[in-house]
């Protein structure tokens, strides 16, 4: 049902277009700045009618308001966060549906990143555009959540379908590759995915959206709690919740 158009903005941001065509209605997820977006819709003969904010950072609601001034757009966001989502019409949160013309949305609370953020789920299209909780081969900083509550947000959203696509909102999966390898240095199929990512990269071609299916065999975010890795942390038969916290303690330090 979704025509989708990655835009890349500022230095590693990404911005997506959807586009219902049935409909007509047409989305901005998460849209940095205003500028990019509107040069798309003008080139392209669309008309923004949704805005879907994932958190509150700046660099994921700063086109908020001129977006919203130029084309009259409905801004739809977290309700747990809706206080620093500028323009905020429409709240949503863990369960609910949104509905993008003829394409449904699912809404997860996913917190951890930020105490607020959501992620959004079209079936349909086997699309998740989940901000910066889940990233290709990583996922967020915790500047506002727990170990435990970043740990439970990644294993709801891993039980997604293996063929999910996912619309993470940065370009980190090179660094991310290169840190993973530190953690499961034999991982086979880590390694085979940081080739390509290496070759995608030198030829500035972007390695987003990442397959669910790989995700699960290579980021070790998602695998905190299986053997493989315990061994390889050195931290066999230990709750996943510690073996996240030190993951991700380990990449804040890389």
Known sequence: MLHIKQLPVLSDNYVYL?????????????PAEAGPVLAVLQEEGLTLTHILNTHHHGDHVGGNERLKEETN??????????SRIPGIDV??????????????AKVFDVPGHTRGHIAYWFESDKALFCGDTLFALGCGRLFEGTPRQMWKSLTALRDLPGDTLIYCAHEYTQTNACFALTV?????????????????RAKSLPTVPSLM????????????DQEELQHAMGMKSTDPVEVFAEIRHRKDVF
Do not use: Q, Y
């Not at 959807?18 to 998460?30: I, K, P, Q, R, T």
């Open 18 to 30: 959807l586009h219902e065509e049935e409909s007509g209605a047409c989305a901005a997820v998460d």
């Open 73 to 82: 757009c409905t801004i739809v966001g977290p309700m747990a966060d809706a």
């Open 91 to 104: 709240k949503v949160g863990e369960g609910e549906e949104f509905r993008l013309g003829k394409a449904t």
């Open 184 to 200: 499961e240095p034999d991982n086979k199929i880590l390694k085979e995915i940081a080739a390509r990512v290496e070759i995608r």
């Open 213 to 224: 299916a790989d995700e699960l065999a290579a980021n070790p975010f998602l695998r905190a």
